[in-house]
């Protein structure tokens, strides 16, 4: 489930970096508060000069591999969390919303959930073949 998770956010990750990329509109309503395009191009959407988006996605990325048993997992889980506070602040700063960018600031946290969960409650060899083969 968490590399469902990380698939589903990297593909809203890599949306929101063709955005802000080019001049396209994202495909979100831009009245009140919610303004994807103001959000994805303003200044707080960067971060040591790269792109917040261009960050999600090395950590999606570098989520698929790095070993959820590693005792460096915090690193990338406070990174992970670093930027979804990040990107809420930027949009609270602003007195406005990107839905594209909630919807990868939760997929964000839900793997975090996820990868905690499966550190300290990993699913056994015997359990996953019985998972496995149930679902046959």
Do not use: K
Not at 54 to 70: D, I
Request: with cysteine; glycine share 10%; proline share 4%.
């Amino acid at each position: 489930m968490r590399h469902v998770i990380l698939l589903l956010t990297f593909a809203i990750l890599t949306y929101l970096t063709i955005l802000h990329a080019t001049a396209l509109p994202a495909a979100c309503p831009d009245t009140g508060p919610i303004q994807c395009n103001t959000v994805l191009h303003s200044a707080g959407s960067h971060w040591l000069g790269i792109p917040l988006v261009l960050w999600g996605l090395g950590w999606t990325v570098s989520g698929w591999f790095w070993p959820v048993r590693s005792s460096s997992i915090w690193l990338w889980i406070g990174t992970g969390l670093g930027g979804v506070v990040w990107g809420v602040s930027h949009e609270w700063a602003l007195h406005l919303l990107c839905l594209w960018c909630t919807g990868a600031q939760l997929g964000i946290l839900t793997v975090i959930g996820l990868t905690i969960a499966q550190r300290f409650h990993p699913i056994s060899a015997s359990s996953q073949e019985a998972i496995t083969h149930d679902a046959l």
